[in-house]
């Protein structure tokens, strides 16, 4: 829960979440978005297209004990990750869409005026720190204090693990955004507004054979002492297996708890498809050291490279298997007949900071 009536999003045993639905009209009009999308008999090639970028849909879900509570369940898409680091980022020159009230759109104008230049607004991150077995995380105003001059250092952050830049995974995002940019160029009957685009990306260093295997020893020696590595944690995301192939579907919950993901009171008006209460840890160093890159970059300062290898990083990891970029919150979709011209803008904006990154 956050606040004291909203239910955030719940993590179901079987692999999926569970997102409530929203008051009308945004949570019919989610939920006729994701039954338009994966109809049983829907023939549009361009939705057929579109399941590919999305989370999968398996229809409404109601509790035995509330059946009036509906909820969509969806895809969970970190479920496959050990230690999946997550940024939900909002895409877009508008965050309202063409029917909000003068009033919302001057909330939303004034929540981050540089919406219409940058195109894109970080709306959250956890990234995991091996070196400290512990996650930082950034919430909403992060996001919303990244200026022109910033906005680079801001979205690196995510990428950075404490010890290196993840450039493997920025690249494979790089391609993932491009094939949904791809999508956007050559179709004209859908808009959409403050919708966001989900990243995910395998912050352990375990060989990606282990991925879906047991856990760590370290993570046996804490479950052991009968704790979590930090108690706090509650979205403890190693917590679903796969038993066998993708095929029987069977799967077990590893730690014998399903964890119920958070939301902080800050966030009560924050659409995330991700839990981000974690205390935030390492903001003031996560820059501090790094080997994969000639130099770092935060604020204008050039910080020089740490010149004893402390960490190293695996070869470069599968893009399909390690990185997850997926099109999420759809409460202010529309069709239309032009191209959505202010998505476009931000997934090549985002893709131009990705670059210069790996660039730079």
Same mark, same amino acid.
């Given at each position: 829960m956050y606040g004291k009536d909203k239910v955030g999003i719940l993590q179901h045993?079987?692999? $999926?979440?569970?997102?409530?639905?929203q008051p009308p009209p945004r949570g019919p009009r989610e939920l006729d978005f994701y039954s338009t999308v994966y109809a049983a008999d829907c023939g549009d090639s361009v939705l057929l297209e579109l399941r590919k970028y999305l989370p999968k849909y398996y229809g409404i879900w109601s509790p035995p004990t509330a059946p009036n509570d509906l909820y969509l369940k969806l895809e969970d898409v970190t479920h496959k990750f050990n230690k999946p680091c997550i940024m939900d980022v909002k895409i877009g020159r508008k965050s309202y869409d063409p029917f909000a009230s003068p009033e919302k759109i001057q909330q939303q104008v004034?929540?981050?005026?540089?919406?219409?230049?940058?195109?894109f607004l970080v709306l959250g991150m956890r990234v995991y720190h091996a070196h400290s077995d512990s996650y930082e995380t950034q919430n909403q105003h992060y996001g919303r204090s990244l200026t022109k001059e910033t906005i680079k250092d801001g979205v690196a952050r995510f990428f950075h693990n404490g010890y290196c830049l993840r @450039?493997?995974?920025?690249?494979? &995002?790089?391609? @993932?955004?491009?094939?949904?940019?791809?999508?956007?160029?050559?179709?004209?009957?859908?808009?959409?507004?403050? &919708? &966001?685009?989900?990243?995910?990306?395998?912050? !352990?260093?375990?060989?990606?054979?282990?991925?879906?295997?047991?856990? $760590? !020893?370290?993570? @046996? $020696?804490?479950?052991? @002492?009968?704790q979590l590595p930090d108690a706090r944690v509650l979205e403890y995301n190693n917590n679903?297996?796969?038993?066998s192939s993708a095929e029987n579907g069977k799967v077990r919950a590893s730690v014998g708890k399903v964890y119920v993901r958070h939301k902080e009171a800050y966030s009560k008006n924050h659409h995330d498809q991700t839990s981000l209460k974690v205390e935030n840890r390492e903001q003031g160093n996560v820059w501090k050291s790094s080997n994969c890159m000639s130099q770092e970059h935060l604020n204008g300062n050039v910080l020089s490279q740490l010149e004893k290898v402390f960490y190293h990083r695996p070869v470069e990891l599968p893009e399909s298997a390690d990185v997850e970029v997926r099109m999420i919150d759809f409460a202010h979709v529309f069709p239309s007949n032009t191209k959505d011209e202010g998505y476009v803008y931000g997934l090549k904006h985002l893709i131009t900071v990705l670059q210069n990154i790996l660039d730079n």
């Open positions: 045993p079987d692999g $999926t979440v569970l997102k409530q639905l004034s929540k981050y005026p540089l919406m219409e230049e940058i195109g @450039k493997d995974a920025i690249a494979a &995002s790089i391609q @993932k955004i491009e094939k949904i940019l791809q999508w956007f160029e050559s179709q004209n009957q859908l808009n959409f507004y403050a &919708s &966001s685009l989900l990243f995910v990306y395998e912050g !352990s260093s375990l060989p990606a054979a282990n991925k879906l295997g047991d856990e $760590t !020893s370290a993570e @046996k $020696t804490f479950w052991a @002492k009968g679903i297996h796969l038993l």
